[in-house]
């Protein structure tokens, strides 16, 4: 992410949801928290909807709280969701867009 842009950050849509009742887990390949790392979602669709929203509008960087910030549910995770929340606001400031989605996403196109 830096390194493609010179230690800056490059452009990003930032992305605004609201899950509901956790059904699934999304396993993904790893990150810096653990290797496979998972997902708690509601609705596999809406991730998918994202992502292909992402890339229909050439979105190369999006920063999703659910993508960006440790899901573990130990002591370790909760500290470092706290302090990913107390930055929420520099994140939501400093995108180019926020992508909302709503509960009912399914009646949007």
Not at 42 to 70: A, F, G, H
Not at 71 to 94: C, P, S, T
């Amino acid at each position: 992410y830096l390194g493609e842009n010179q230690g800056k950050v490059p452009p990003y849509l930032v992305v605004s949801h609201v899950w509901g009742k956790i059904t699934k887990e999304k396993i993904q390949p790893g990150r810096d928290w653990g290797t496979p790392w998972s997902i708690p979602i509601s609705d596999p669709e809406k991730l998918k909807r994202i992502l292909q929203y992402c890339e229909t509008t050439k979105v190369k960087w999006m920063w999703m709280d659910i993508l960006c910030t440790n899901q573990a549910r130990d002591n370790q995770a909760k500290r470092e969701k706290a302090q990913e929340v107390a930055k929420m606001g520099h994140y939501y400031r400093e995108a180019t867009a926020c992508l909302v989605i709503p509960v009912n996403y399914e009646e949007f196109n």
